[in-house]
């Protein structure tokens, strides 16, 4: 009987310590990739943009895409929470910030400037 309590014991920490991994993930590879982020409400209307982000060791890089994939600027800085990454980056003469958070795997929601809403949307590549 106490080997089997043992064995059961062993099962569980085993499969306490597996899951434990699987939710392992850093927030900089929760963010690696492309991004569809929709500003709303700005003076101009909503803004469309595509973040590319790359992991450089523990933080992120990256850069600001139009629509279209024409390259708007350089990420300066990324900070990263648990589930939270704020970018600084210059758009049109301004130091701009955009802070967003994990919503669930591919999506996030967050703010321009704490003033402007902001909702994204990982851009995931067709099978090929």
């Known amino acids: 009987m106490k080997n089997l309590s043992l064995i059961i014991g062993g099962l569980l920490i085993s499969l306490l310590s597996l899951n434990a991994n699987v939710y392992a993930q850093s ?12 500003i709303k409400g700005t ?14 060791e523990d933080s992120l890089t990256g ?11 350089k990420i300066d800085k990324a900070e990263l929470g648990e589930d939270t990454a704020t970018f600084y980056f210059n758009a049109e003469g301004y130091d701009v910030t955009l802070e967003l958070t994990k919503a669930d795997e591919d999506h996030v929601t967050g703010n321009l400037l704490g003033m402007f809403e902001a909702e994204g ?8």
Not at 63 to 73: A, L, W
């Open 27 to 38: 927030p900089a590879d929760y963010f690696v990739g492309k991004w569809k982020v929709v």
């Open 43 to 56: 003076p101009n209307g909503d803004a469309n943009m595509i973040l590319v982000l790359e992991k450089k």
């Open 63 to 73: 850069v600001v895409q139009d629509e279209s994939g024409n390259e708007i600027t």
């Open 121 to 128: 949307e990982r851009i995931i590549a067709p099978k090929q």
